[in-house]
């Protein structure tokens, strides 16, 4: 059963950095797609970025430039790198596995099948 855990959250001043970390356990590290979603109160949760077995990298448009995606499998743990952060950028945020090698350009920001508990961003 695969298990995810976010930390890295935190306040930070608008055009400041934070590095999130995803960290999993009980899978197959290259059998899925793996994603970084945001939410806010009375908003859908938005993709953020995702990263498949190849490391083939995918980003929503409002982040693209500003964050970076990318996998430690020696630690098993996901990352997001987020700079010149906005004031359009808090939310909390989560990592997200799905099942399957490949993310695809059509279908990286649906279908997932864990989620961790998220770990809240804010900017000032």
């Known amino acids: 059963h695969v298990q995810l855990v976010e930390s890295g959250g935190g306040s930070v001043q608008a055009g400041g950095s934070l590095r999130l970390s995803c960290q999993a356990s009980?899978?197959?590290?290259?059998?899925?797609?793996m994603g970084w979603f945001r939410q806010t109160p009375g908003k859908e949760r938005e993709g953020v970025a995702a990263?498949?077995?190849?490391?083939?990298?995918f980003y929503a448009d409002s982040v693209k430039d500003r964050f970076t995606i990318s996998r430690d499998t020696s630690k098993n743990t996901l990352y997001l790198e987020m700079n010149s952060l906005k004031p359009e950028d808090p939310a909390m945020y989560y990592c997200?596995?799905?099942?399957?090698?490949?993310?695809?350009?059509?279908?990286?920001?649906?279908?997932?099948?864990?989620g961790g508990q998220g770990t809240q961003v804010t900017v000032s």
């Open positions: 009980g899978y197959t590290y290259s059998d899925y797609c």
């Open positions: 997200a596995f799905r099942h399957g090698y490949y993310c695809y350009s059509e279908s990286w920001t649906r279908g997932y099948d864990y």
């Open positions: 990263i498949d077995g190849v490391a083939t990298m």
